[in-house]
C-alpha cells in the first residue's frame, strides 16, 4: 500500500486511487484488499495462512476460533441421584397451578414442597410450604406408598381426609396440598417391580 496525503490533508492509498477519493465527491471507490501480516500471537491456534485480507474501509473479518470450549456442567445431588433411580410411581396434579403436571416418585421418601431441592417441587405455589409439607415414602419390599406430615405446621388431606400419621395409599389416591391436587399413579405393583423386572434381566 502506497500511503498518500493529498493537499487537503487526507491520507489515501495512493496505488488504489489516482488521487484523493476524499476530495472527489462523485469518484467511485475502487474494490481493493491488501495483505497485512498477523502478528504469532493473534495467528496462533489458526489452521489458515497468518497473512489475511483487510477490505479498503478497514474491516477485518472475523476471526473464526476452531477450538471448542470447554463449558462446565453442574447437576445438584438430586438430579444426580434421581438419574440412578427407578421410578416407581408419579404424582399427576388435577387441580392447582400445575394442572396436567406430573412429578416422578423413587423409592424412599419424596418430600413436597416449593424448594427446588424437594422431590415434589411445586415452586410458586404460595399455597404449600417451602420445605417437606408433606412426605410420599416408597417401601419397595412391600412395595407400599405411604403419605406421612412434613416438618411444615400446614396440614395436608389424602381423599378428603387430614392426615396426622402415615397413611397408606393406593392407585387413584388424592392428596390435597394447598390448592394442589395430586393424584397417585404407581409404576410399581403386584404385577411389576423393579428388583424383579432386574432379576429376569439378568437370567
Known sequence: MKLTKCSNGHFYDGDAYSSCPHCANNMEPVNHTVSYYTPPAEAAGREDN????????????????????????????????????????WLVCTEGSFYGQDFALRSGNNFI??????????????????????????????????????????????????????????????????????MLIPCCDANFQWEKAEDRTED
Do not use: W
Not at 416438618?151 to 396426622?164: C, I, Q, T
Open 113 to 182: 414442597g416449593r424448594a427446588t431441592d424437594m422431590e415434589v417441587c411445586l415452586e410458586g405455589e404460595n399455597t404449600v410450604s417451602r420445605n417437606r409439607h408433606a412426605t410420599i415414602t416408597h417401601e419397595p419390599r412391600q412395595n407400599v406408598f405411604t403419605a406421612r406430615p412434613g416438618e411444615s405446621r400446614e396440614l395436608f388431606y389424602v381423599n378428603g381426609d387430614v392426615v396426622l400419621s402415615p397413611v397408606q395409599l393406593k392407585k387413584n389416591d388424592v392428596l390435597q396440598i394447598g390448592k394442589v391436587r395430586l
Open 50 to 89: 497468518p497473512t489475511v485480507k483487510r477490505t479498503e474501509a478497514g474491516a477485518l473479518p472475523p476471526k473464526q476460533d476452531d477450538d471448542p470450549k470447554t463449558i462446565s456442567i453442574y447437576t445438584s445431588a438430586k438430579a444426580a441421584t434421581q438419574k440412578k433411580a427407578s421410578v416407581v410411581g
